[in-house]
């Protein structure tokens, strides 16, 4: 093995589909999967209150807050996963592991960033509007943060393999340090991806880029760990809360 | 004065060479209307005729050239006249089982066709690309963005609300949760219960009442969704307008001066509009079609045009000939396509007729076809008097079927009809269709025969030459050309005339032409003409051989030499195939004491005809009238046609009937060498009849095989002398003094022939000489009359 991808999952925001990916990708990579379940220690407090209740998105729905309910959804998560791992083992040399990690959902991934060569994000889902009727053909981007680092290196060749096997538009952003000013600067394999976009941006604006990421069809953003600052908080950090984009942070 | 025989020149009437005009390369033209003035000035006028009902019914026999010549004279008028407009059938969109109709001008139609297919591939192209632009894309975003912001913000000011009671919002995995904070941390269950109740029942107040303000929050949720999705719709219509409505603008606009084209293309916009959906259909196939076959696809059938007339770019009004004038080809017809045992159609597959092709032209029918066709007549009729085409199914027409079909809207129709078919048919529709002669004003009887004189020959021998030319045949000698006209007077059984017959020309100079060049010659000459005429004439006359075979052999009994009393050698003619045949017939009579009946045993045996009773009940008239005026017609007498099996009609026999009783009453016999033909009047005149060649010919046949004892002969009336045209050997053997043709005026004229005696005249006393053989009839007649007298009298004494 050659490295190790984590992959947060919470019941929150669970899709099989990114589990799915990010277990090829360590199969692609050579790398251990790792699936990290956190269990968000704060509501589970919230929960244990007498009076705690909860309005269901959905249905607009109020009932009990039940830290059993939360714990039975999370126990459930754990089986799924370990059930989907285990039938992809069947099929793929892939090795993983499974852990429960009670804590704020952020705060452990920050903590999990310097055991990882690649972490995985689960984010939460987006509330669905204006699904456009017509020009739905193209499937889901990805985009790529470059600032000319081993870490970015590594993350254009990865973004590269994704878009090779799923199709779609890569997305890069050349950021301050990055050398790719010019198509011609990429990597051949890069260069002969059917839809490829590069963009430098000469200042590193992190709120405005976070915008511009949420702004385009990309699901999945790739980010060199430099751009992650362990030092700040988890609430400070804008690109590891993007609703409905799944982050890879690269080491 | 004794009848003399025909000279010879009387026999056959040769062409001189010298009235056959100038030499090939001076000739007339090849199609003139020879000898047709009557008929092509009934074409002309009803072509030239703009008023309704003025359709046209040409008639005339088989090769005479009459679809030729109306052919001609319609494309040459179709070419003063304009092409006429197109006529396309559009898609209703608000009824499509109605289709409508667009005119438009020539060729106009064709480039709309494909003006709206090019339509339809260009939005194919634009439309998805609208919608893939990153114009529509970042709108889209923006929208999104905006009413994520606005739930976001929502959610962000209720917790900032939450916050100011020291109350938190928090995400759980299905939705929201509020719980109370105290420096800036969650409370935990044990903290909760250390605080004093009044505190923990007003958090709990507090999240109560925030938990109404997050259901609410919660429930504006779908509403912002049903909010987005309207402004997504109003975008997509935005787009869709903005790149729709330029290239329906630009198709307006080229069809400006089209106002139905117009309403069509606006009609189209909608549609489209409506249903921008159906231009993401490459996107959506698997097979990813070329975009040309996508815009011809099922799917996009609704914005064609289907042009019925006009599909090519034609520079004169249409003729259009319809050899199968079924209903549905002279009507149009809805086809259907059949989809998993469904049947489907619509206005793409309606197929035009013979009606719409012909339409601001001419349609050129054949009548008998036409009429055996179910409804085509009705058909054609109702199009005529209502002067549209109108589509309805055979189906419907019979009443059968009830599913419901397209009902196209009804095409105004400017046709000429031209109808070909015989006399007979053109009396009957007469006679019998009450429309007819309202829709078929104009008649061209199409003439069988040219008179044959010194200006028809010149012309005629150019016609000869020129079909020759035309069917790629040796050139003719002059000897040739004459031979053909001899024989085409022949074929209309007058040498005065000529037979206007052009398949009969044509079918003898090819088969001439055959024969030359088996001779090896460069030129067709009058013996490649005989023979072809002798070849066609043999190859048909083997059942006509087996007939005089039948009379040599004694099968059938007829004598050619000796006289026997009340027996006669008649003629009659028939006919197999083209040619006709003359044979003759014996005919016997007797007589006895009667009471004035002439019996006709073939109408005693419903053998005979009305006609050949007629011509009997003739004779009983002549008799009374010429030997009996004073005093009754004691007879009885019977005639018959002896070995005769099969039907008779006609009166050609007639003198020859009357001859054969007055030698059966008067004794005298008839000369078996003689054959005679003529019909015979009241007065005795003799009267013309038909197929005098052939009959002549027939018995000369069978004289000849016989061996021609130099006396025999036939005896014809002298009103058909100009007719004759006999073959080549009977005039040799007339020529040589071998055989003789009689032409007779009256009756005593032919019974002097046929008895070889002096028939006598009638005295002041209305007697005749006693040995003449009107005297020895009479003086039977006188006898009959007194034994007849006698015995009524005994009769009357011994009541």
Redesign the interface.
Known sequence: MSGRLIITLDPQSYDPQRLDRCARLAVALNMELCALLIEDQELLSLAALPFSREIVYHSARERDLSPLRLQKLLALLGEQVRQTLHQFEQQHPLQWTLQVDRGHRLESLLHHQSEADLLVTANQKRTEYTRPTYGNGHPPGVMLLHCGDSASETALGIATGIVIEQGGMLDIIALPGSSLHHLRNLPKDTQALPHLHLMTVPVLDIALLRRRIIRTHADLLLIPSTLIDPALPASQQPLLQMPGVQVFIVR | MPVQPLPTEKLYHRCDITHLGPKPDTQVAPLRALGQARALEAIQFAIGMPHNGYNLFVSGSTGIGKRELVSRIAAEEATHRPAPNDWCYVNNFDQPHTPGILELPVGAGTTLSRDMLQLVETLLIR??AA??SDE???R??E???E??QR?EDNFQHLGEKAHAFNITL???????????MRKGK????EE?NALPEDEQHQI?QF??QL?AE??AL??E?PK??QE??E???AL?QEVTHEVIDPEIRQLKAHYAAYPAVEAFLETVHQDMIEN??DF?AQ?KSEAKPPLHKLARSGTFHRYQVNVLAGTKREQAAPVVHEDIPSYQNLIGRVEYTAHFGTLNTDFTLIQPGALHRANGGFLILDARKLLSFPFAWEGLKRALRNREIKIDSLEKMYGVVSTRSLEPEPIPLDVKVILIGDRHLYYLLKAYDPEFPTLFKVYADFSEQLDRDTDTLHEYAGLIRCLAQEEALLPLQPEGVARIIEQSSRQVDDSLKLSLNRGHIIDLLREADYWARQAGRQEINSNDVEQAVQAQRFRNSQYAELMQQQIERGTVMIDTQGAVVGQANALSVFQLGDQRYGHPSRITATARLGNGRVVDIEREIELGGAIHSKGVMILGAYLANHYARNRPLSLNASLVFEQSYGPIDGDSASALELCTLISAISGVPIQQRFAATGSVNQHGQIQAIGGVNEKIEGFYDLCRRRGLSGDQGVIIPAANVPHLMLNRDVVEACDAGRFHIYAVESVDEMLSLLCGKNVGSRDGDDLYPPNSVNGKVQQQLIEWCETARKLSAGDGDKR
């Open positions: 439309i998805p919608f893939h529509y894309r970042n889209v975003q929208i999104r963005d009413f994520q739930e928090m995400r759980t995995p299905s939705g929201y949760t509020l719980g109370p969650l409370i935990s269950p909760f709990k999240i109560e938990n997050l259901s919660v429930r949720v912002l969704q987005s999705l402004r997504l719709k997509e921008v959906d993401f996107e």
